[in-house]
T-cell receptor
Framework: SQQGEEDPQALSIQEGENATMNCSYKTSINNLQWYRQNSGRGLVHLILIRSNEREKHSGRLRVTLDTSKKSSSLLITASRAADTASYFCATDATIQGAQKLVFGQGTRLTINP | DAGVIQSPRHEVTEMGQEVTLRCKPISGHNSLFWYRQTMMRGLELLIYFNNNVPIDDSGMPEDRFSAKMPNASFSTLKIQPSEPRDSAVYFC????????????????FGPGTRLTVL
């Protein structure tokens, strides 16, 4: 199964509301990242949080990390139509002796005007 | 900075044909990654290079896939012969990976190549 799994798979909210997405992972990590992907585009890095950090902010984004629960959340405050995209969490994992960045399946976020 | 550049952006080919995807990483980045994205399997790492050397190719599906990085500013992913199940979006990403950092730190993605094999 996936190292990182997002929840929910899809989220639809009204513009101006807050959006919260969650990510759970299975093994210990050095860092966890969130990426955004607009339709038909590449992934864009949003924020990286290290395993010794509990919370990080970047503009309207707030990321929390709970290593005891092996989970993270991404909060987007005061959502805008332009926030419509898929959001992926990515965690580092050692697979067959090699360190890799493993992406979850993503949360599709739709902001309704 | 132009970001990671990939070409072509779209490729339609027939089964059995050779396909070559190209990538120019961000200048100064010493790690380069090739990913494949499909609805069924999500985003999968195929191979990555560090300082032009292939480090891990365990994600390459089979011998039909090969990747090269002849210099710090260019990489190719080749599929020969192509099959319909290779249809996907292929992304190239690069990372600065400074000394002491993790290979799994921030990655910068290109726009992708959408490959359709008929």
């Amino acid at each position: 199964s996936q190292q990182g799994e997002e929840d929910p798979q899809a989220l639809s909210i009204q513009e101006g509301e807050n959006a919260t997405m969650n990510c759970s992972y299975k093994t210990s990590i050095n860092n966890l990242q969130w990426y955004r992907q607009n339709s038909g585009r590449g992934l864009v890095h949003l924020i990286l949080i290290r395993s010794n950090e509990r919370e990080k902010h970047s503009g309207r984004l707030r990321v929390t990390l709970d290593t005891s629960k092996k989970s993270s959340s991404l909060l987007i405050t005061a959502s805008r139509a332009a926030d419509t995209a898929s959001y992926f969490c990515a965690t580092d994992a050692t697979i067959q002796g090699a360190q890799k960045l493993v992406f979850g399946q993503g949360t599709r976020l739709t902001i309704n005007p | 900075d132009a970001g990671v550049i990939q070409s072509p952006r779209h490729e339609v080919t027939e089964m059995g044909q050779e396909v070559t995807l190209r990538c120019k990483p961000i200048s100064g980045h010493n790690s380069l990654f090739w990913y494949r994205q499909t609805m069924m399997r999500g985003l999968e790492l195929l191979i990555y290079f560090n300082n032009n050397v292939p480090i891990d190719d365990s994600g390459m599906p089979e011998d039909r896939f090969s990747a090269k990085m002849p210099n710090a500013s260019f990489s190719t992913l080749k599929i020969q012969p192509s099959e319909p199940r290779d249809s996907a979006v292929y992304f190239c990403a690069s990372s600065p990976t400074p000394r002491g950092s993790f290979i799994t730190d921030t990655q910068y993605f290109g726009p992708g190549t959408r490959l359709t094999v008929l």
